[in-house]
Nanobody, 114 residues
Framework: QVRLVESGGGLVQPGGSLRLSCSTS????????MFWYRQTPGKARETVAY????????HYADSVKGRFTISRDNAKNTVYLQMNSLKPEDTAVYYC???????WGQGTQVTVSS
């Protein structure tokens, strides 16, 4: 059984930082590129960041470039999203997704507010 479980969300003040984790199991993790997406009510799901399985370029949404960093630890089957200089517009539910599969996590809420 494949599982993707996000954690690390919460409430943070503008300018603060959070690190999201997506722990996977039952998935050939090292073979898959991994995405982070986010979604707010009434809006389409937005790609935040992408990291390929091996080599290749990282991808970031323009809105998070220079503030967010995606990374992965294949030994731990986990992908991370370090989020710095958070803004209120970063408030959303954040999801991880294994590329070219139907596997998604359940999401973790990030709220940026003073």
């Amino acid at each position: 059984q494949v599982r993707l479980v996000e954690s690390g969300g919460g409430l943070v003040q503008p300018g603060g930082s959070l690190r999201l984790s997506c722990s996977t199991s039952g998935l050939p993790f090292s073979r898959h590129g991994m995405f982070w997406y986010r979604q707010t009510p009434g809006k389409a799901r937005e790609t935040v960041a992408y990291m390929p399985s091996v080599g290749g370029s990282l991808h970031y949404a323009d809105s998070v470039k220079g503030r967010f960093t995606i990374s992965r630890d294949n030994a731990k089957n986990t992908v991370y999203l370090q989020m710095n200089s958070l803004k209120p517009e970063d408030t959303a539910v954040y999801y991880c997704h294994a590329a070219n599969t139907g596997w998604w996590g359940q999401g973790t809420q990030v709220t940026v507010s003073s």
